[in-house]
């Protein structure tokens, strides 16, 4: 099976707290992305900036995929950021998340400067990768060009709070909906899901910020990755586990998938194109389906 990187949570931790950014590779997420853009307040940025080099260079992220957010292209901060934590702390970085990128010219200003500084500090040129956020109607609109716009780019990932502004929706509860009769980002998550899968990316659906509501934010993953969402944040350690577990193919599911690779492989092989399993006709497309399901379930260690 194809190697799978595991994003099912991507845990948000501010730059500007030394204290969550130790235990943030420890804490069960896949990935960890250390923030200097919206959880840090601007007098604190530039400071920032050391406590998130600090925890890439002095903690094991061995378990834990190691990133940071930067901040977006038009703010004051963002040129610093890239060139002071890649230039400190690039071997240890696995990915930079680029906040509001509504155009491809956002991805590209990144990546020319990023690929600048990998040279002048000795660093393998390529091996840092990007992931995109859309935040805006703009965004949105742009998002397949957006997808294609870097080799560097592993993920698009969805940003409600600030696309609700964006669109002038209602609602104050980032990520909830919850009055909306339906799935609340059914056409977003969707819309981006073909932008990303056409480019073999990955997708991840942004925050839950009502932390109580334990079965919104689990409903929330479900419906996410029914739409082809590879993972979701977790802004408490608390939603980690659950999302760890929605994003991931329980034993049933994985096993079943299992049957219909070995017995699609095995009619393969006899010269016939279909095979039933568990009274479900299995084709090449079936076959495919199952391919990912085992592949995750494998890199999860559910198999």
């Not at 901040?71 to 702390?89: F, H, L, P, R, S």
């Not at 502004?165 to 969707?190: D, K, M, N």
Request: aromatic fraction near 6%.
């Amino acid at each position: 099976m194809s190697d799978v990187t595991l994003r099912r949570s991507q845990l948000a931790t501010p730059g500007s707290d030394p204290k969550m950014i130790s235990r943030a590779p420890d804490s069960g997420a896949d990935e960890a992305f250390l923030d200097l853009e919206d959880s840090v307040a601007p007098n604190e940025k530039i400071d920032a900036r050391q406590n998130v080099i600090e925890g890439l260079t002095e903690y094991d992220w061995s378990e834990t995929r190691p990133c940071f957010r930067m901040n977006g292209v038009t703010t004051q901060w963002w040129y610093d950021d890239v060139i002071e934590v890649v230039g400190e702390a690039g071997e240890y970085l696995d990915t930079i998340m680029v906040p509001m990128v509504h155009d491809p010219a956002t991805v590209r200003t990144v990546e020319n400067l990023l690929t600048q500084v990998e040279a002048n500090n000795g660093l393998p040129e390529g091996e840092i990768g990007l992931q995109t956020q859309i935040e805006s109607a703009e965004g949105m609109n742009n998002a397949p060009e957006i997808a294609a716009a870097s080799d560097r780019i592993e993920s698009l990932v969805f940003g409600p709070g600030d696309y609700t502004a964006s669109v002038g929706a209602a609602g104050l509860t980032i990520g909830s909906g919850s009055e909306y009769p339906g799935h609340y980002w059914h056409y977003q998550l969707a819309r981006l899901a073909h932008a990303a899968k056409a480019q073999g990316l990955q997708l991840i659906d942004g925050p839950f910020a009502d932390i109580g509501d334990t079965q919104g934010f689990r409903d929330s993953c479900r419906h996410a990755s029914l739409l082809g969402c590879d993972g979701k944040w977790a802004i408490h350690p608390s939603q980690i586990e659950p999302a760890n577990e929605v994003f991931a193919p329980d034993t049933e599911d994985a096993e079943k998938a299992r049957r219909i690779v070995d017995a699609y492989e095995t009619a393969t092989n006899e010269g016939r194109g279909a095979v039933s399993v568990d009274g479900e006709m299995v084709d090449e497309a079936t076959n495919k389906m199952a391919k990912n399901v085992v592949a995750r379930a494998e890199q999860a260690g559910v198999l």
